[in-house]
């Protein structure tokens, strides 16, 4: 899915009828607005990149979410063929504060990252209650949520390398590339992920066909794979 204004709308009045919606090895990217917006709706997405907005990435308000194995990354601004500019907005969103049904939010060997300083945001009355919870995932934030809902995190540092390309130059011949660097600190931080769940959404294979291991896979949708 590639190009447009939002990439998938997911929106639903309703609190009290959720519908469900599955995700699975797909490749969301390039939207004038945002990518995954999601209102009173139960997803689970595995083994899928969701890339460059305009706005949120991600964003997610009511419901049961289940992210595994997923790139989502906004450098939404470093292209030299864009016509508009990134918001402010952060690559992924989660908030509680509306009048909407419960939400729970899973987070499982994913990296969240952009270009900004902080891409994650928890909207939240309190944030020992915030709806997010984050387990073997790289997290471009500046300022470290000491929280127990956040469990093998690889917090960001400054001058990383993640990915093998963030920008787009077609004057050079430079694509974006969201596969994980050499020297990528997502790489070897992803937790086991539950055989059901393996077997599932095939996350024994990255989303371009590739062989994850079992322990310690490389957070993301993509595997590290040595240069040929």
Not at 1 to 23: A, C, H, Q, R, W
Not at 27 to 56: H, K, M, P, R
Not at 97 to 109: D, G, R, Y
Request: charged share 20%; hydrophobic share 35%.
């Amino acid at each position: 899915m590639n190009s447009g204004y939002v990439g998938l709308y997911f929106s639903n009045e309703d609190k009290n009828t959720i519908p469900t919606l599955e995700i699975n090895n797909c490749l969301i990217q390039n939207f004038l607005l945002d990518g995954l917006f999601v209102q009173n709706g139960n997803v689970q997405v595995a083994n899928t990149e969701i890339s460059n907005a305009g706005s949120y990435c991600v964003y997610l308000s009511g419901g049961q979410h289940s992210f595994i194995q997923c790139t989502i990354a906004n450098y939404f601004d470093n292209s030299n063929v864009e016509p508009t500019s990134r918001d402010k907005n952060p690559t992924v969103m989660i908030t509680n504060l509306k009048k909407v049904a419960p939400i729970e939010s899973f987070f499982q060997n994913c990296i969240i990252s952009g270009d900004f300083e902080n891409e994650l945001t928890l909207a939240s009355l309190s944030l020992d209650d915030s709806p997010g919870i984050f387990d073997g995932c790289y997290i471009q934030k500046s300022d470290t949520l000491a929280l127990k809902q956040f469990t093998h995190i690889r917090w960001s540092k400054k001058n990383d390398v993640v990915f093998k390309s963030t920008r787009y130059d077609y004057l050079k011949n430079v694509a974006f590339d969201f596969r994980p660097d050499s020297i990528s600190p997502a790489r070897k931080i992803g937790t086991t992920v539950s055989p059901a769940t393996v077997a599932k959404y095939q996350l024994n294979l990255d989303l371009n066909g590739n062989i994850r291991p079992t322990d310690n896979p490389d957070a993301g949708a993509y595997q590290w794979q040595p240069a040929k």
